[in-house]
């Protein structure tokens, strides 16, 4: 590659007329003149506006093959030494001057500046010339000679040179107020959290109401906290006393606390705290997202339930906790040690933060309220306290498994028996979840209750496909077009399910004592909170439908005349129950049945009389 550049010079006797022109090699290569024309060398120095860094050229390459020639190296103003910054093209070096980069003679002009802008700040049009010298038009420009437009052009680079090295100074200047500011800023969180702190301690916003009076525990027994946060409307809601509980009836809780045993299953301790929320999920009042968020808040409230012997308190202390009470034991470990040494700095000890707020709220009504009585103060921060006056119950840790399946285990054994004509029970979906499963947008979902499934789901490219379908009529208006009413709709629609939909359970073949054990379980209730009054609902048709049933074995036993054949006549029911492809519950009033159940049995007796003949 030829770097040597051709240029046609000119005689200058006069602009118009040129008598000869002769052709100069110039031996330069295209980066050299670049540089000869922009006056850039080894040691220039520039201050970037953007990064407020000071550059400087630390060397500059002549092999022409080498198109980044340009070595910089950066000044770190903390310990003042220069480093390595990277490689520049000449190009982007010169893009770099006339926009970003403003060239200065010494560092020492930079911190001189600074102050001289500090002193001047209230005057810094007048003492910089900003807005003020010359302002040459294009006609002015065109009548200057080949000199005075040399002059003008480096008059007004030096002019721009000298507005970006203000603005990088300015800049520097708004950073380090920015700073100042952010110091401030922290320095005013800091107090606010120990005046936080101090309320929370003082018990400046407490409220604290005394449900039951009685003797006290006594004043040996440690007092123990429980880890798990339980929730006002889930306890109230399953044991069906009242169901969708809000902040608007607290109370309500309070009469059914102190209702049976209760007060055992929240607390089961008889000195010992445990914390209470109104509602773990929001709850609807209105169409307004606003509103609704606003009216949501109280629902989010905090309470300390406390037990002394007979004397129950629920204590508001204006501090939302959770996720628990207090630390898990692999959050114990983590905070003791250096384990994860880059997440200690922020979150965790965001986290160890949170969880003092905690102790410290408990700390302050042990020693201001006369609530609980011991031996000696108890220090809730020093560890040696714990285990003899204070007892941890982690009952919201992950514990070993008792052998017992989950829900979502259990909920798919029990839907992987789900074919056409199984009995399902559907706890409903949300709006959102319906826009596919309907055949028209403007149906109502199915009301929660049992379904048959009738039939597999439309195939379709254009949405989800689904392994089921179940009917129901929605009883909704029918129109013949937009504005003309049809009347009441008279067939059903169909509402599609996937075999283990998040939304059905096979209702054949749930068991009560399962029902039972999910219904109680704590450990995965948010899982399935939706499914529970459908659950209770289902046991109480099973109970209903078993006893149906042994009334019905007794009575053909009884027109059998044979106790020995209950056995038979139970796997006849079952018979009769799944022949038919629609599943279907037993009534004594049924004589059909009946008529098939003992012929049923009469076969399979003359069966076996046939086999032992």
């Known amino acids: 590659m030829d770097n040597k550049v051709t240029r046609i010079l000119h005689d200058e006797k006069t602009p118009f007329d040129i008598p000869e022109q002769k052709l100069v090699v110039d031996e330069r290569t295209p980066t050299q003149i670049l540089l000869k024309d922009h006056d850039i060398k080894v040691g220039d120095m520039f201050h970037s506006i953007d990064y407020m860094d000071i550059l400087r050229i630390e060397s500059i390459s002549d092999d022409p093959e080498d198109r980044e020639c340009i070595s910089m190296e950066h000044y770190y103003e903390d310990d003042k030494h220069w480093s390595h910054y990277g490689s520049f093209t000449i190009a982007r070096l010169v893009d770099e001057i006339e926009s970003r980069y403003a060239r200065i003679d010494s560092i ?55 507005m970006l090295l203000l603005e ?67 306890e109230v809601g399953i044991s069906g006393y009242k169901y969708d509980l809000d902040w608007k009836n607290v109370d309500d809780f309070d009469d059914w606390l102190m209702m049976d045993k209760n007060l055992e299953l929240m607390l089961p301790e008889t000195k010992g705290i445990v914390i209470i929320r109104v509602r773990r999920k929001d709850k609807f009042y209105t169409d307004s997202p606003i509103d609704n968020q606003i009216l949501n808040e109280s629902n989010h409230t905090t309470y300390f339930l406390m037990r002394n ?39 965790i000890k ?59 285990e259990w909920r798919a054994r029990l839907n992987s028996h789900n074919k056409i004509g199984s009995r399902v029970v559907y706890s409903g979906v949300s709006w959102g979840d319906s826009e596919d499963r309907l055949t028209s947008k403007h ?9 048959n499934l009738a039939r597999k789901g439309n195939e379709s490219k254009y949405y989800h496909s689904y392994d089921f379908a179940f009917l129901y009529n929605p009883e909704d208006t029918v129109y013949r077009n937009w504005y003309q009413e049809h009347g009441v709709r008279k067939r059903a629609v169909a509402f599609k399910v996937d075999t283990n939909d998040h939304c059905i359970l096979n209702y054949d073949n749930i068991d009560i004592n399962d029902i039972d054990y999910f219904v109680g379980n704590r450990n995965e209730r948010e899982h399935y909170l939706d499914m529970i009054p459908m659950l209770k609902k289902i046991k109480e048709e099973k109970i209903k439908e078993l006893t149906e049933e042994a009334a019905f074995v007794d009575l053909v036993v009884k027109e059998l005349r044979d106790e020995d054949l209950r056995d038979m006549i139970l796997s006849a029911i079952e018979w009769w129950k799944y022949k038919v492809i629609q599943r279907r519950p037993l009534t004594r009033e049924d004589a059909k049945a009946l008529r098939m159940i003992k012929g049923r049995v009469k076969r399979e007796l003359k069966i076996e009389k046939d086999l032992f003949r």
């Open 108 to 162: 020492e002009q930079v911190t001189e500046l600074a102050i001289d802008i500090g002193k001047n700040i209230n005057n810094l049009e007048e003492t910089y010339g900003i807005g003020t010298g010359p302002q040459a038009t294009t006609s002015e420009l065109m009548i200057l000679d080949k000199e005075s437009l040399a002059t003008t052009e480096a008059m007004y680079k030096r002019k721009a040179n000298e």
């Open 168 to 234: 990088g100074i300015m800049k520097r200047k708004m950073n380090e107020l920015a700073a100042i500011k952010d110091s401030f800023t922290a320095l005013v969180y800091r107090i606010r959290k120990v005046i936080g702190n101090i309320e929370l301690y003082l018990g400046i916003h407490e409220d604290i109401i005394q449900l039951r009076r009685g003797p006290y525990a006594p004043i040996t027994e440690p007092l123990s906290l429980r880890q798990r946060i339980l929730y006002m409307d889930e």
């Open 309 to 347: 012997g007979s004397n129950v308190y629920r204590i508001y202390a204006n501090l939302i906790i959770e996720p628990r009470l207090f630390p898990g034991r692999d959050e114990f470990e983590l905070m003791r040690t250096d384990k994860h040494q880059f997440m200690r700095d922020e979150a």
């Open 350 to 408: 965001d986290r160890a933060d949170m969880y003092r707020e905690h102790m410290l709220v408990i700390q302050g009504i042990l020693d201001r309220a006369e609530i609980f009585h011991f031996p000696e103060r108890v220090d809730m921060f020093k560890p040696d306290g714990i285990d003899e006056q204070i007892r941890l119950i982690y009952d919201d840790e992950r514990l070993l498994s008792d052998g017992s399946e989950t829900y979502r």
């Open 443 to 451: 149906i109502r979902n199915p009301d929660p209750g049992v379904y």
